[in-house]
């Protein structure tokens, strides 16, 4: 079991930054991917970030030039830094990681961009 504890959500005026936190813990042997997907009310959730073991980054075109994704192997911890935030950016942002088992998932934490 892996669990992954998410912090640094909030609220925030637009044109601000936020960075948010995601670390696993437990039976963690290998991992793999790690990044970032968020969900808003009323839609699907999107993929914002992910982030390979050896660094290599992939961005939603929505967030480019914006966010920034980056990762601790050794504190095995994912990072979304996000600056000239958006209203349209409101939503529950989700971390996950790959192992060589199943995706594991965060439990959201809310990002609330006032205009």
């Known amino acids: 079991q892996v669990q992954l504890v998410e912090s640094g959500g909030g609220l925030v005026q637009a044109g601000g930054s936020l960075r948010l936190s995601c670390a696993a813990s437990?039976?963690?042997?290998?991992?793999?991917?790690m990044g970032w997907y968020r969900q808003a009310p009323g839609k699907q959730r999107e993929l914002v970030a992910t982030?390979?073991?050896?660094?290599?980054?992939n961005y939603a075109d929505s967030v480019k030039g914006r966010f920034t994704i980056s990762r601790d192997n050794a504190k095995n911890t994912v990072y979304l830094q996000m600056n000239s935030l958006k209203p349209e950016d409101t939503a529950v942002y989700y971390c996950y990681v790959d192992s060589a088992g199943p995706r594991w998932w965060g439990q959201g934490t809310q990002v609330t961009v006032s205009s």
């Open positions: 437990g039976r963690i042997f290998s991992l793999h991917a």
């Open positions: 982030i390979t073991t050896g660094g290599s980054r």
